[in-house]
């Protein structure tokens, strides 16, 4: 501890590290709603694909074939890729997904 304006340097590095610890919550938080919107958007394929038909004779049939699964989510999927139903709606907000992503 330095008394007065010897002080100035540790008061810095204390009040720096503090900034940094507020950023990691922002990063936090941050990944918590990406899993939000992510959560929302399988959700969102899942009931798309209760009301596409084409899907459900597919689901129907599983037994029979080999490379569709459904997943944890009860999302149909071909081997790693997924089976979007016929929605306009869902299919332009994957793909805007797909070409905005920095992946």
Known sequence: YHPG?????ADALS??????AGIKVEEGIIRDLE???IELYVRG???????DNEIWTIVENLD???EFHLDDDNVLSQGT??????DAT???ALLTEAHSSPF
């Open 5 to 9: 304006k010897a002080n100035v340097v």
């Open 15 to 20: 009040r720096k590290s503090g900034m940094i």
């Open 35 to 37: 899993r939000l919107d």
């Open 45 to 51: 394929q899942h009931e798309a694909q209760k009301e």
């Open 64 to 66: 029979k074939q080999i």
């Open 81 to 86: 890729r997924l089976c979007v139903p016929n």
């Open 90 to 92: 869902l299919r332009e």
